[in-house]
T-cell receptor, first 112, second 114 residues
Framework: KAGVTQTPRYLIKTRGQQVTLSCSPI?????VSWYQQTPGQGLQFLFE???????NKGNFPGRFSGRQFSNSRSEMNVSTLELGDSALYLC???????????FGPGTRLTVT | DQQVKQNSPSLSVQEGRISILNCDYT??????FLWYKKYPAEGPTFLIS?????DKNEDGRFTVFLNKSAKHLSLHIVPSQPGDSAVYFC?????????????FGKGTKLSVIP
């Protein structure tokens, strides 16, 4: 099976812009979670989607949003970008077990 | 408030010796713990896990120990190999909450010196 894929792998945006990141889970996996990794805060949970519904949400401002499509692919959107949003954004898919989460390679977002 | 802590940002070990990576947690509701390994430019990959009903889990060269009373777990790698050089993340989960939210430590960078 192909692994979790994320596009794009690298992205440079300007403060105030908005960005959309994409995640394609492993075939058959219906749960997709998103994480933000920064040097200062480590890996932090953003949200999790299952069957097109957001099931869990971390402590991030409303500028961070996501959605999931009927084929389980997920997108994450960040509006009004701030310099502090520069990070590696990771998505993880699961067949429906919290103990089995498979991570993609991440999207490196740089905000200038 | 950091609920999962890895107090050593880095660790260097000679090839063939034991690597011990430590992790502490504060939330007593966590009942399942996982270790992930991460190479540069790749996502974290699952290494080994342990349920709170156990105190030890072994998989080849990797063993995880859990001390619930101390809220402490450790990952032992024996013998250490150069290919083990990576960042290791400890993660915890509250399985009963029906949540997929993994709470991660900030990671420990392991360097295995040939």
């Amino acid at each position: 099976k192909a692994g979790v894929t994320q596009t794009p792998r690298y992205l440079i945006k300007t403060r105030g812009q908005q960005v959309t990141l994409s995640c394609s889970p492993i075939s058959g996996h219906r749960s997709v979670s998103w994480y933000q990794q920064t040097p200062g805060q480590g890996l932090q949970f953003l949200f999790e989607y299952f069957s097109e519904t957001q099931r869990n949400k971390g402590n991030f401002p409303g500028r961070f949003s996501g959605r999931q499509f009927s084929n389980s692919r997920s997108e994450m959107n960040v509006s009004t970008l701030e310099l502090g949003d520069s990070a590696l954004y990771l998505c993880a898919s699961s067949p429906n077990s919290p103990y089995e989460q498979y991570f993609g390679p991440g999207t490196r977002l740089t905000v200038t | 408030d950091q609920q999962v802590k890895q107090n050593s940002p880095s660790l260097s070990v000679q090839e063939g010796r034991i690597s011990i990576l430590n992790c502490d947690y504060t939330n007593s509701m966590f009942d399942y713990f996982l270790w992930y390994k991460k190479y540069p430019a790749e996502g974290p990959t699952f290494l080994i896990s342990i349920s709170s009903i156990k105190d030890k889990n072994e998989d080849g060269r990797f063993t995880v120990f859990l001390n619930k009373s101390a809220k402490h777990l450790s990952l032992h790698i024996v013998p250490s190999q150069p290919g083990d050089s990576a960042v290791y993340f400890c993660a915890a989960i509250r399985s009963g909450a029906g949540s997929y939210q993994l709470t991660f430590g900030k990671g420990t960078k392991l360097s295995v010196i040939p």
